[in-house]
């Protein structure tokens, strides 16, 4: 049952120029605040200090989706301009990986910006590479058929398409940024956001995690744009989640049963990995619902009367679905009140007041995401996507 919850008790003083605009040169030269929930403590660190940080019973869940440069800056027949920022594919796949692929023809859910965009009006990207007719309209949200000549989609994309940065950096994405923005385990694309705490990741670094003995474990949820919604209303049971697409080989699924079993210390690299890990748990606890939606509801983990446990949930996706790779999309919202199921760790950066990623924290360590801002304030912690990072361990 989930308890009333005002998005406004998750506010707090944000100045400017505390948020990052770009990010430093050494990713893993960012501070690094831990926490522990347990003992009330705050200490601080540079990032790369990681690996002296957790013990060689951690275990690293990543997340290796990758930004697409899929915003287009376009005109319609009448000159007006109007940016569309690709979503999701509808066709040829809804599979990031095989819509991209396409060559010719492909049709995506975006968001849209610019005035007197109808169903049926046309345009065209300002470069002349790619033409995009408008299927059908919500609001800002479109499906849109885009047509080129040249190449796949992917190429198309690389050529032609802008990276999409956050909007509260308030620029536009500039060269480095096909670098910086995205994970130096990026790999499978779709996402329109980078899951930023990856960002502070090195090959190196890496490479002294996993001599160490820490294991690293690759699941993809490609970030959407509900990311940076604000919540629409004061009560969070109000607020509607988009939901985003996730994909996690089965082969991961039984290392996470065999990290239970073995009382191994999860650790999830960013809210996505978080939310991924424990959609999980409830696509294997309503399996037959899953099986059918390919869907984790928003309000599973409030609204379930039978819940079973977290071995039993595992093995329910292991011995329903036969292939080698379990795909789904997820609302889940994470709010204080929430019952982890495998996480013990949480590396993620300092998020937008009255977020759905600050309820996220406060959940993970309660009230005391209040002490650990103030601090990270205090202490000129760099905050958002480009910003500094923290550990939090329960």
């Known amino acids: 049952m989930l308890t009333k919850i005002n998005i406004n008790d998750f506010d707090y003083n944000l100045p400017q120029n505390r948020i990052a605009k770009y990010p430093l040169e050494n990713r893993s030269k960012s501070k ?5 929930p347990s003992s009330e403590s705050i200490s601080h660190h540079i990032f ?3 690996v002296d940080l957790l013990d060689f019973n951690s275990v690293l869940y990543i997340n290796k989706t990758k930004v697409i440069s899929g915003r287009f800056y376009m005109l319609k027949e009448t000159g007006g301009r109007v940016e569309i920022l690709l979503v999701e594919p509808v066709e040829p796949s809804n599979d990031p990986q095989i819509a991209l692929q396409a060559k010719g023809t492909s049709i995506w859910k975006a968001i849209i910006g610019g005035k007197r965009v109808r169903i049926g009006t046309k345009l065209e990207d300002i470069n002349g590479f790619v033409r995009a007719e408008i299927l059908e309209k919500e609001a800002n949200e479109v499906k849109v058929k ?4 040249h190449g796949t989609f992917s190429e198309l994309l690389l050529n032609t398409g802008v990276l999409p940065l956050p909007p509260y950096l308030n620029r536009e994405s500039e060269e480095t940024d096909k670098e910086s923005y995205q994970t130096v385990f990026a790999q499978n694309d779709g996402s329109i956001a980078a899951p930023t705490a990856g960002l502070h990741f090195t090959e190196e670094l890496l490479s002294k995690l996993k ?3 820490i294991k690293i474990r690759e699941l993809t949820l490609h970030v959407g744009p509900g990311t940076f919604l604000p919540v629409s209303s004061d009560n969070i049971d109000e607020h509607k989640m988009h939901s985003e697409m996730f994909s996690v080989n089965k082969s991961i699924i039984k290392d996470l049963k065999q990290d239970l079993i073995d009382n191994k210390k999860i650790i999830c690299v960013g809210t996505t990995s978080i ?6 748990f409830w696509a294997g606890n309503n399996i037959e619902e899953f099986s059918r939606s390919s869907l984790v509801k928003q309000w599973s983990p409030y609204e379930n009367e039978n819940v079973t446990g977290a071995i039993e949930s595992l093995d329910n996706l292991i011995n329903y679905f036969e292939g080698d790779v379990i795909q789904g999309k997820t609302e889940l919202i994470i709010v204080p009140g929430y019952e982890f199921r495998f996480t013990k760790g949480l590396i993620t ?3 937008v007041p009255k977020s759905t990623l600050l309820l996220l924290v406060s959940a993970f360590v309660g009230e005391q995401w209040k002490d650990i801002y103030k601090s990270a304030l205090d202490n000129n912690y760099r905050f958002l996507s480009y910003g500094d990072s923290s550990l939090m361990l329960r």
């Open 32 to 36: 690094l605040l831990v926490a522990q």
């Open 48 to 50: 790369e200090d990681i």
């Open 146 to 149: 885009l047509t080129w000549e």
């Open 211 to 213: 001599e160490k003995g």
């Open 275 to 280: 939310r991924t890990v424990e959609s999980l």
């Open 349 to 351: 950066n300092f998020h």
